[in-house]
């Protein structure tokens, strides 16, 4: 069974867990070939938003960056990933169903606490490093099983 290599809170990984084993299924493949391809394609995503190209997706979305310009004049103007989901998306999610008793302020806790104004002191890594190493731990998870 696929686990996600660092994951502090394993309820909140559960579901990512859970898509990697349907592609799975859905191709035939293993779990960790899937979760290793995918690292991949979310490398690829996001050198083409790093040089300001457009991803589209079809039934999902652009994927780019957004420039904020502050209305002081001390503050700098700096850029940030941005999603824009498709119609089609945005409208199978609204018909999903009622968000009570879903968390849903998960996604803007995240972003508030993830935001690049929030921690100046802390210089971040590009996301290719971090997707390198979840490709050396899905290896070795592999391994460990013997499916490589």
């Known amino acids: ?38 690292t991949h394609f979310l490398e690829e995503l996001c050198a083409q938003v790093f040089k300001n190209r457009i ?23 700096y850029v940030f990933p941005a999603f824009n989901p498709s119609r089609e998306f945005s409208k199978s999610v609204r018909q999903g169903g009622s968000p009570q008793g879903l968390d849903v302020d998960a996604v803007t806790r995240y972003r508030r606490h993830h935001h690049p104004t929030s921690r100046r002191d802390k210089v971040a890594s590009r996301p290719f490093k971090a997707f390198e190493t979840m490709r050396h731990h899905i290896k070795k998870q592999a391994q460990r099983v013997g499916y490589e």
């Open 55 to 77: 991803v589209e997706i079809p039934g999902l979305g652009k994927f780019g960056w957004q420039g904020y310009y502050p209305h002081r004049e001390d503050l700098r103007p």
């Open 1 to 38: 069974m696929f686990k996600t290599p660092f994951a502090r809170n394993r309820d909140d990984f559960a579901t990512f867990e859970k898509c990697i084993m349907h592609a799975a299924t859905g191709t035939s493949s293993t779990e960790f070939l899937v979760a290793e391809m995918l």
